[in-house]
């Protein structure tokens, strides 16, 4: 970190933070409906599939907009994508707000879903691509970070709007057309990725960005890029099996965590525990300051540890904390007070983990030209299980006085897995170039 000056890596920091105002959308529209879930379905009258679709579709825009994401990131550029994903959120937020009808409101949470899958798509693509090696796993992670500050913020805004009456919900998904408005206009500030501009055969503007990004081996970069090829390259082929395999399965363990039923239901995760209404919608703050602290702790130590170990870690803990919550659901009331420290102590693991190691890894083990179409890979996976996950959650949890603890036991199980994949096949990637690690792979 020495050879890079502190004002170029002060550049560097500066463009991963405005991309990771993506990250930060992200997770607000993730969560913020968490809050507004039960008063829309009393609104229109859903019976509880139809609230599982009505959550789950912003997670079907969500799986669109990852598997799209990599065909105008490869041809018009990182930055003019995000761009457009900024103006998705501002139009998801406002259509949400002034929904008259349930279908518009679907509608709208559509739009915000292909917003939240592109996004996860291009934003740590981008970081990662202009980010120096030896900052890279703190860079990329700063995209996680944004999420989890997005998620904690929509919490947080959650309780303090569930007081204004029957329209509390309106205000809720309407706050963010702050966020998006600053994120748009910050975005005129940050160049384009070098490395796509590589791949365009723009090399002089590839070397002017490397040098004000601090890049401090700019020459074997653009080489090794050179090397490895200009042209758009087919991902589903026999030499990227192994990325494509670790991506797309590391992608799965990371919602058969649960971790979306619990982010997108919290409220009612707790009612059904037990909790009285003005509890059950402060208790997801809680939640989301143990997410937001444990995430900053991983930023930390990324670089320094490396990714395997802390998805070790955090297999191991979410096991334990995940089997402590189906537990207090199989003893009913007895067990209720236990609730929120388990899920703390579930959700401190995910973010130390899981959370903070997933769109870092996913944007760096492919090779330069199919790392768009891969992250869309990873990411399409992903939200492919959110879906999934999100949409029978409620089904399972009012469709069984068990409901409960055979969600949170099936989770635990997952993780116990998840460890031993981790253990056998996941690779180490911490300190090397994108260059390297496409070598490496």
């Not at 693509?125 to 989890?148: D, H, K, W």
């Not at 653009?222 to 990227?240: E, I, N, P, V």
């Not at 992608?251 to 525990?273: C, D, T, V």
């Not at 999934?388 to 949890?397: M, T």
Request: hydrophobic share 55%; glycine share 10%; net charge positive.
């Amino acid at each position: 970190m020495d050879s890079i000056s502190n004002s170029k890596r002060g550049f560097a920091i500066r463009c991963a933070l405005i991309a990771s105002l993506g990250g930060f959308l992200f997770g607000f529209e993730t969560a913020v409906i968490s809050g507004a879930e039960k008063n829309i379905q009393q609104l229109w009258a859903l019976n509880s599939f139809w609230q599982g679709f009505t959550v789950s579709s912003s997670l079907i825009g969500t799986v669109i907009g990852a598997l799209v994401a990599s065909i105008p990131a490869q041809k018009f550029g990182r930055k003019k994508v995000l761009i457009v994903i900024a103006l998705a959120y501002l139009c998801s937020a406002v259509g949400c707000a002034l929904s008259s009808n349930w279908s518009l409101f679907i509608l709208s949470r559509f739009i915000g879903g292909l917003a939240v899958g592109m996004s996860s798509v291009v934003g740590p693509i981008y970081i990662s691509e202009i980010a120096p090696a030896n900052i890279r796993g703190r860079l990329t992670s700063s995209f996680q970070f944004m999420i989890v500050l997005g998620i904690f913020i929509a919490y947080l805004t959650n309780f303090l709007f569930v007081g204004m009456g029957d329209e509390a919900w309106r205000w809720m998904l309407g706050i963010m057309v702050v966020p998006s408005l600053l994120f748009f206009g910050l975005l005129q500030l940050i160049p384009e990725s070098p490395r796509w501009l590589m791949m365009q055969g723009k090399q002089e503007k590839a070397r002017d960005i490397f040098h004000k990004l601090g890049e401090p081996d700019t020459e074997n970069v653009l080489r090794a890029s050179a090397q490895s090829g200009t042209t758009k390259d087919s991902l589903f082929q026999r030499k990227h099996r192994k990325p494509i395999l670790y991506a797309v399965i590391l992608a799965m363990f990371n919602q058969l965590s649960g971790i979306n039923a619990i982010l997108y239901y919290a409220p009612r995760i707790f009612e059904l525990a037990g909790f009285d209404q003005q509890l059950a919608y402060l208790q997801p703050v809680f939640i989301g300051g143990a997410n937001l602290l444990f995430t900053c702790l991983a930023m930390m130590i990324i670089d320094k540890f490396g990714r395997k170990k802390l998805l070790l870690i955090g297999s191991v803990g979410m096991f334990v904390f995940l089997a402590l919550v189906a537990h207090a659901f199989s003893q009913g009331i007895a067990g209720a007070s236990w609730v929120l420290i388990y899920l703390i102590g579930f959700i401190a693991f995910f973010a130390f983990s899981q959370g903070a190691v997933i769109w870092v890894f996913i944007a760096e083990i492919f090779p330069n030209n199919v790392r768009s179409q891969g992250s869309s890979l990873g990411s399409s996976t992903h939200w492919i299980m959110a879906a999934a996950i999100s949409w029978v959650f409620p089904v399972i949890a009012e469709g069984n006085p068990n409901g409960g603890f055979y969600s949170f036991l099936f989770y635990s199980i997952m993780m116990a897995v998840s460890f031993f994949f981790i253990w056998k096949f996941m690779p180490e990637t911490k300190g090397k170039s994108l260059e390297e690690i496409q070598e490496a792979l």
